[in-house]
Nanobody, 119 residues
Framework: VQLQAFGGGLVQAGGSLRLSCAASGRTFTMGWFRQAPGKEREFVAAITLTNSRTNYADSVKGRFTISRDNAKNTTYLQLNSLKPEDTAVYYC????????????????WGHGTQLTVSS
């Protein structure tokens, strides 16, 4: 499956943004990861295909919301109360493993979309 993430941009601290990830076909668990300059890629959130169970990194709980529209094969990441430390390239990915938070379990990756949060 091919994935394409979009929706990044420049936002002021405290602002909101929604990222989207379009898949070329049906996927099981979808996840979002991010990578800041000089840092390793880190898990952000994941959502299952059925019953939309979710998993979040502690750093984004209460601020970010992952959702999906299975009819459109699209996954979303709503980012609220953004902080400068949220600045990163955001990637969407697909995995057959339920709610996996480890990047190595994800087999399909989209190109990232840059989010910059200014202070």
């Amino acid at each position: 499956v091919q994935l394409q993430a979009f929706g990044g941009g420049l936002v002021q601290a405290g602002g909101s943004l929604r990222l989207s990830c379009a898949a070329s076909g049906r996927t099981f668990t979808m996840g979002w990861f991010r990578q800041a300059p000089g840092k390793e890629r880190e898990f952000v959130a994941a959502i299952t295909l059925t019953n939309s169970r979710t998993n979040y990194a502690d750093s984004v709980k209460g601020r970010f919301t992952i959702s999906r529209d299975n009819a459109k094969n699209t996954t979303y990441l709503q980012l609220n109360s953004l902080k400068p430390e949220d600045t990163a390239v955001y990637y969407c990915a697909a995995t057959p493993f339920e709610l996996a938070s480890t990047a190595s379990y994800y087999s399909s990756w989209g190109h990232g979309t840059q989010l910059t949060v200014s202070s």
